[in-house]
């Protein structure tokens, strides 16, 4: 048990905020069976924050259900288990899929590196890995987990069904609101990066008139779904109108956010959609409007007026498109 010290890890708590700052004191698990570089690793991190290593992915699973990681350095190269599948658990479980995961490859594992980044993994650091970098990369993304946790914890709204849609299981309107408004109006978060983008099913009218609504139904969730798995756990992904899906992504500029729509669009378009128990298939694809906070705006209705104008255009332009 390499963990010596108890983080206190809450917003409002004097550390915590250092923390927030300086993306320091964090509580980081290495997933490496490599002794000598476990050791390394653990070593240059051990300085900044509390690490802890496993060996295995099992055990790995089991630390960061029960813990409060914030940061999961995960290997590649694991003797007799797949690192990748471990990271594709971590981002897919409830219980842990906000905890930013940074896989560890050999340089020539760069398929294997672009699947964890398709899968959702935050980053990545190639061997033989650089002790600045190292520390660099862990410092951005406890950085970025706790900048979540501070915007969740200010705007206040909780998850329960007055802020859940009941068909996708999303935030619904209300929640994007209240948290939109709080991006605004907390001090502390007003000169963040935002980037907003507002997804619209294409002829979704059709759909529902050549299959029914409640296939109709099916493919929202599906669309929900697939949306959910190509963001990250800090994005905010909320039911906009009937089907509109709006997703709030902190910390991020224009161009970060026109990838990230790009890539939910390919992901669209690439399967077709199975409903009615895999009796039809529809083909879906779908419009997105991006936009980023602008140092003039002084509420969310500019930014969600350029994103519903980006939208408009894309439709405008024939469809399956980002328009950012
Ligand atoms: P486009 O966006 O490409 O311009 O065409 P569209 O056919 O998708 O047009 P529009 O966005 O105006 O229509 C959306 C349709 O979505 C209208 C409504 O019947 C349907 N819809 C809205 N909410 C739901 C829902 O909860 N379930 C189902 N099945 N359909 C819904
Ligand atoms: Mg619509
Ligand atoms: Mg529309
Ligand atoms: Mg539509």
Redesign the pocket.
């Known amino acids: 048990e390499l963990r010596s010290r108890a983080m206190a890890s809450r917003v409002g708590d004097p550390l915590a905020a250092a923390t927030a700052e300086t993306g320091h004191n964090a509580n980081v698990l290495i997933v490496e069976d490599r002794r000598s570089s476990a050791e390394r690793l653990a070593a240059a991190l051990g300085q900044y924050h509390c690490v802890e290593t496993v060996a295995t992915p099992q055990e790995a699973l089991e630390r960061v259900k029960a813990g409060d990681y914030d940061v999961v350095l995960v290997s590649l190269d694991l003797d007799g288990h797949d690192g990748l599948r471990l990271c594709s658990q971590l981002r897919s479980l409830d219980r842990t899929r906000t905890v930013p995961v940074v896989m560890m490859a050999d340089p020539h594992d760069r398929a294997r590196i672009m699947r964890g980044l398709d899968l959702g993994v935050h980053d990545y650091l190639v061997r033989p890995i650089d002790r600045n970098e190292l520390v660099a990369r862990v410092r951005t993304q406890v950085k970025r987990r706790r900048f979540s946790h501070s915007l969740r914890e200010s705007v206040q709204v909780s998850m329960d069904l007055a802020v859940t849609d009941g ?1 996708t299981g999303l935030h619904n309107r209300r929640y994007l609101d209240s948290y939109l408004g709080g991006l605004f109006s907390e001090p502390s978060l007003r000169d963040r990066p935002v980037a907003l983008l507002i997804l ?9 008139d050549r299959f ?6 099916e ?2 969730r599906e669309f929900a779904t697939r949306i959910r798995a190509q963001t990250r756990g800090i994005d905010v992904v909320a039911r906009f ?4 899906i709006v997703v709030v992504a902190p910390d991020t500029g224009l161009d970060a956010a026109r990838q990230v729509a790009e890539r939910i669009r390919e992901r669209i378009e690439a399967a077709a959609f199975q409903v009615q128990r895999g009796t039809s298939t529809i083909d879906v694809t779908v ?1 997105i409007g991006v936009a980023a906070r602008q140092p003039e705006d002084d509420d969310p209705a500019q930014m969600l007026k350029r994103a519903d104008l980006a939208l408009y255009q894309a ?1 405008q332009a024939g ?1 399956n498109r980002v328009v950012a």
């Open positions: 068909l619209d099913i294409d002829r979704f009218k059709s759909i529902n029914g609504h409640d296939a109709g139904d493919v929202l109108g009937g089907e509109e419009s439709k469809r």
